[in-house]
DNA sequence: GGAAAACTCCCCACTTTTCCCCACTTTCCT
DNA sequence: AGGAAAGTGGGGAAAAGTGGGGAGTTTTCC
């Protein structure tokens, strides 16, 4: 499976494309056949999941039981907002408009590596994020990881 | 089977039709015939099993038994509202009235992809529905999920 | 029983959106 | 510095969505 790293400023043209870096390109897996699904991000940015990743996920909610009325809802809030798209000719995908309305994305978009997926987040939306993280990365880390 | 996914709004037209969107009409198996099943949703919205997938629905229910009273009855409430369309050459659907009634639909249709099934509903009962659901997404997938 | 109304299922026609392809510019690498 | 690869922009064909006409069937109602 894929693996995804770094970080690129890109635009987003008239029709709403944005190229994704050809070094996450050429990490693709064969298997992702150019395509991504495209959700909802927890935060204020869209995540990108390579097709074959995707799939996995996918795989999870359809074994949940549809009639518990909490899973349904959960399914509906996670699978109403994704979008599959492929990789045109130059490289690039098309956002859809109700995505790159909630991420807040307008000309530029900043494309981030982040293993199993892609985030793509309005380069002021992330500032805002980061503005907003308080822990320094040694203390996160240990928080998180530090047993 | 086939996985549907995403979310887009429609017009409905004065005889009843509404399109089903490209992308989930290409996600339709082959054994699908272009026929859905429609039936009341749990929620207020329809329901449209792709054909293959309601002959597992049924099956689910044929098992269920008869000796039991509830569980005759919910099979009867289930099947009393079920009904098979196709897609017409321009790949719509016609709502049946007493369907579209329950539902509340007027001029516009939200259809919304669930995993095996489309749902059909009207905008305004959909933003409503939204309203009613208190839990936040994170907490909602702990929830259903699992850790 | 029979006419009128309603409904279904074909069409066809028009508008809008999507996507495929080509061309130009910029960046990277040797 | 020069060539190749990466990124950006736009035109045009094809597909998707929308609306309506009209034949044939069923339902309704007098």
Redesign the interface.
């Known amino acids: 499976m894929a693996r995804f790293k770094g970080q690129a400023a890109y635009s987003v043209d008239a029709k709403g494309r944005v190229a994704i870096p050809a070094k996450m390109r050429s990490a693709l897996t064969p298997e992702a056949q150019g395509t991504f699904?495209l959700t909802k991000g927890?935060e204020k940015c869209i995540y990108a999941y390579p097709q074959d990743g995707w799939k996995v996920k996918?795989d999870?909610?359809?074994e949940?039981n549809?009639n518990?009325?909490?899973?349904?809802?959960?399914?509906?809030?996670?699978?109403?907002?994704?979008?599959?798209v492929s990789l045109d000719g130059q490289g690039r995908i098309s956002l859809p408009r109700?995505l790159s309305d909630y991420a807040g994305i307008g000309d530029r978009a900043l494309i981030i590596g982040a293993m199993d997926r892609i985030e793509i987040w309005d380069p002021e939306a992330f500032e805002d994020y980061l503005q907003e993280q308080t822990t320094d990365q040694e203390t996160l880390a240990e928080e998180v990881m530090g047993s």
Do not use: D, G, P
């Open positions: 699904t927890f996918e999870e909610y359809s949940l549809v518990n009325r909490k899973a349904r809802h959960l399914v509906r809030m996670i699978l109403m907002w994704a979008e599959e109700s």
